[in-house]
């Protein structure tokens, strides 16, 4: 169920919906994505030699779960993470535009933006300002979660060390 479609349907159901009852709803429904990742990662990290090894060298599930599967899988959750945020920035902005969002007297750049759209033949930076920004920070979150990844990315570091010796 996508996951825009359950926010309207709960925000339609409990009007009035307050700034943390909307903060709590997003994050509640934002990690399905990150924990399919998180649960795919620890999959395939299991069945690596390295950790096959420490189990071989009598290691216990603690020690293999925090020494060697967690650091291995925190790189691609901190990724999931810096590009999630720029998901639910624009998914705040979409209910708050639609009016189910924030409340009107509290400033959210979709309430900005229905704000100015009576206005935008006479007045358009009403509502230009407000989407620039929005776009620049989406933009700019996903600059980071890219340049996160290829720095925490171990496979990257072999690519490239294997494109220099040949």
Known sequence: MPRIFLLLVVAALWEGLSLPALVLLIGLTSWFGTS?????????LRE??????V????????RVI????????????????????????LL???LSFLGIGVASPTPSWGNMIADGAPYL???PW???????AIALVVMALNAVGDALRDALDPRQVEREER????
């Open 163 to 166: 494109g220099r010796t040949t």
């Open 48 to 53: 690596r030699d390295h950790v096959a090894a």
């Open 121 to 123: 033949a006479s007045a």
């Open 92 to 94: 705040e902005a979409a």
């Open 66 to 89: 925090f020494r060697h599967v967690l650091p291995n899988a925190a790189a691609p959750i901190i990724v999931s993470a810096a590009l999630g945020i720029g998901n639910v920035l």
């Open 36 to 44: 399919r990742l998180v649960r795919a990662e620890v999959l395939s």
């Open 126 to 132: 009403t509502t230009l300002f407000p989407g620039l």
């Open 55 to 62: 189990r071989a060298l009598g290691a216990g599930p603690a």
